[in-house]
């Protein structure tokens, strides 16, 4: 079976991929989503370290050039420790775990500790170069050997493992991975060897994250040119003729929000349609989950409602989460949605609707403005309240105004509270730890209490020195009234309030103007 669930007890080492979430396997997701204890290495990308449940225990033991958090055998000893206390462990490492990862080294002593292990390859950082950069490892008639290396070793001293005076040359693409810091020694050895000085080079820097970039030049330049550039690692450096094709392939690159990093406020685990747009035109972006949302159930209350949920006239839903923590809990202790009786189902919105049509079941109301107010007053419109039976699920925050009105037009109402929403621990959070070190150009405000949460967790998101310092970016008056409110700039306000006018404003300001 290539596709099982994941086990107690077993270490999973799992190649993380380049950098770009998105090119993690569905298997490595899938073992992260699941895993107890998740260990992972510098070069992880923040938004995979939240794709694990809040009781994961996430274990840094990254080895950030010169800054050794810990030893190798530290990482096996706590990989052994944790495997024996029967927990399911990720070791997550960058691009893929066999690949000059050491992955083997912890394969080999899991074995020899009796461990059980399974490993999930990933795409490596070259690889990831390539396509990210528009250039491509082989072609026809250009080249047809591909040689990964490691620029880690002094190719001067006489312990090198790297023949560097053998390498192929002929119709011969290099990457050398680790090898920033060591470019004029592995440049100065491949002239020795016979390398002629106009064999074209590419640097990839981050690849295929929001923030890569390349530098372009040949064996006789490099050195000069990435001095310029400002080189640094991790980078991939693409030696060879298809080095030489500039920018003709490449795409990623000429995305107009490529290069700038966007920060959205949203809550923890639930997926960005913001993010995603703004991913899709290059940008990268830091999801700051500022409030988690979370099932929460009283059990007597449930049982008391299910016991008599077919009496009920109206289910009134108004959130989207609303809706998936009532059919989770409905589910628990139904198996057919016939039990819901013949009541009539109202939505606060499109985006509510769309989350119960995933359950089978058709909306009866959407009022015409997606708020507590209309909603209230669309349903006393139904002149069906006298008496009726009204259910309306909420979170711990649901808002007065409904209940009110509708008791007021005679109905029945039972709030029925199925989740709760909380602030969420910033000072260690890796997408927080990220906003603070590096900054960002804008940060993105989408609602009131969006402004309102930020604001209140400030004291976990100061930026450190040289951070990147950002702009404000609001989607309406409201939001920008509350920003002003709370004694923050406004830099830039969308024309219209919606997504799409959002996302244009940032195009309109943060965009490349090329
Ligand atoms: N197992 C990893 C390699 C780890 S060695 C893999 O398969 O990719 C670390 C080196 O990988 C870095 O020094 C750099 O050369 C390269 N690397 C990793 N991520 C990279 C990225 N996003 N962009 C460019 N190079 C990267």
């Not at 077993?10 to 490595?28: E, F, S």
């Not at 899991?110 to 396509?131: C, D, M, Q, R, S």
Request: hydrophobic content about 40%; aromatic content about 8%.
């Amino acid at each position: 079976m290539t596709y099982s669930k994941a086990s107690k007890g077993t270490v999973y080492l799992v190649g993380a991929g380049p950098g770009d979430p998105g090119l993690l396997t569905l298997r490595g997701k899938d073992l992260i989503q699941n895993c107890d204890t998740l260990v992972y290495d510098y070069l992880v990308h923040p938004v995979v370290l939240n794709f694990p449940g809040k009781d994961c225990e996430r274990i840094y033991v990254g080895k950030k050039a010169g800054n050794h958090s810990k030893s190798q055998e530290a990482i096996q000893a706590l990989l052994l420790e944790k495997a024996n206390e029967g927990k399911c462990v990720v070791r997550l490492k960058g691009g893929d775990p066999y690949l000059f990862g050491r992955g083997s080294e912890e394969a080999f002593f899991l074995k020899e500790n009796g461990i059980a292990f399974e490993v999930v390859p990933g795409i490596t950082a070259a690889i990831g170069a390539a396509a990210y950069s528009g250039t491509p490892l082989t072609q026809r008639n250009a080249s047809s050997t591909l040689v990964m290396v490691t620029g880690h070793e002094d190719p001067e001293k006489p312990e090198t493992m790297v023949d560097w005076d053998n390498l192929p040359h002929a119709n011969t693409t290099l990457c050398v991975y680790m090898g920033v810091s060591r470019l004029d020694a592995i440049v100065e050895r491949l002239q020795k060897a016979g390398y002629a000085d106009s064999i074209p080079v590419a640097c990839v820097e981050w690849a295929t994250l929001g923030r890569q970039r390349v530098c372009r030049g040949d064996l006789g330049t490099i050195i000069m040119i990435a001095n310029d550039f400002g080189l640094k690692a991790p980078a991939i450096i693409i030696i060879g003729e298809n080095a030489g094709m500039g920018d003709q392939l490449s795409w990623f690159e000429s995305k107009p929000l490529q290069g700038r990093r966007l920060v959205v406020t949203r809550s923890q685990g639930q997926a960005s349609e913001l993010s995603e747009q703004l991913e899709l035109l290059g940008a990268e972006v830091i999801g700051l989950p500022l409030i988690s949302i979370e099932k929460n159930v009283d059990k007597q209350t449930a049982a008391d409602i299910f016991a008599e949920i077919a009496t009920y006239d109206w289910l009134v839903f108004s959130s989207p989460n609303g809706v998936r923590f009532f059919f989770e809990t409905f589910f628990e202790k139904f198996d057919d949605i016939r039990s819901l009786g013949f009541l009539r189902i109202a939505a606060v919105g499109k985006s509510t609707a769309k989350e119960i049509k995933k359950f089978y079941v058709t909306t009866d109301l959407i009022p015409d403005e997606a708020n507590a107010s209309s909603l209230a007053d669309a349903l006393v419109a139904t002149d069906s309240l006298d008496s009726a039976k009204v259910l309306l699920i909420s979170g711990n925050l649901g808002r007065d105004i409904l209940t009110k009105k509708l008791e007021e037009a005679r109905a029945i109402v039972d709030r029925f509270e199925v989740y709760k929403t909380e602030a969420t621990e910033l000072a260690e959070n890796p997408t927080a730890k990220l906003f603070r070190e590096q900054g960002a150009d804008a940060i993105l405000f989408t609602s009131s209490s969006g402004v309102k949460s930020f604001v209140d967790q400030a004291k976990d998101l100061i930026l450190e020195a040289d951070a990147v310092r950002p702009k404000s970016i609001s989607i309406g008056p409201i939001t920008s009234a509350s920003m002003v409110q709370q004694g923050m700039p406004m830099n830039f306000q969308a024309k219209e309030a919606s997504l799409e006018s959002l996302v244009e404003t940032v195009v309109e300001n943060f965009g490349k103007t090329e």
